[in-house]
């Protein structure tokens, strides 16, 4: 295959990159070119990461990782024009960072046991008068009520374990819930 540079009207050799090639024989940016560019933009793109994120090391980590793109890619230009492109890279790997770093909180905010302690005597005199309440609700139960509903929650039955123990089907046992549940509403709220 022969590629032809239309203003010159001359083949121009196609190159394919194989493991076996130099980086240097890829057209594009050499290391030359890549330490000027270096040098003259990462303080740049490093304060502009640092003014969004707050985060020096973290400013560094992204300067570093646009940087480390721009080799990878081996974009085609003069190197002097690739400033921009420096820094749509570094804001895009800012922007990911921020969203993953968003998702992990939430999710250990989530899932790790996050509990909120009784701080107050009011908020732990008003969880004792709640327990009291359900426990006095659960004694005006009906029996089969009541039976239900601790085989469901105390015992971690499912609606099925349950219909086979007490042995009625597993609708009876769904509606036995749901009474139950209405009613603990009822009368705590």
């Known amino acids: ?41 990462f303080e740049g793109l490093r304060n502009y990461l640092y003014y969004r994120s707050g985060n020096k090391e973290l400013a560094t980590d992204i300067a570093q990782e646009t940087f480390l793109r721009i080799w990878e890619k081996q974009p085609k230009g003069d190197p002097a024009k690739l400033k921009g492109l420096l820094f749509k890279i570094g804001h895009d790997i800012f922007i990911s960072e921020y969203r993953h770093s968003k998702t992990v909180a939430n999710f250990a905010f989530q899932y790790n046991g996050y509990q909120e302690e009784v701080s107050s005597p009011l908020a732990e005199l008003q969880l004792q008068e709640l327990e009291a309440k359900y426990q006095q609700a659960l004694q005006s139960m009906s029996d089969k009520l009541r039976v239900v509903f601790l085989m469901s929650r105390e015992e971690d039955l499912k609606n099925r374990e349950i219909a086979e123990r007490l042995g009625v089907s597993v609708k009876a046992v769904e509606k036995s819930m749901t009474k139950a549940l209405k009613f603990l509403k009822e009368t705590l709220l």
Request: net charge positive; glycine share 4%; aromatic share 10%.
């Open 1 to 41: 295959m022969q590629w032809v540079n239309v203003s010159e009207n001359k083949p121009i050799k196609a190159v394919r990159i194989n493991k076996g090639n130099n980086i240097n024989s890829i057209p594009g940016v050499t290391r030359e070119d890549f330490k000027f560019l270096f040098d003259a933009n």
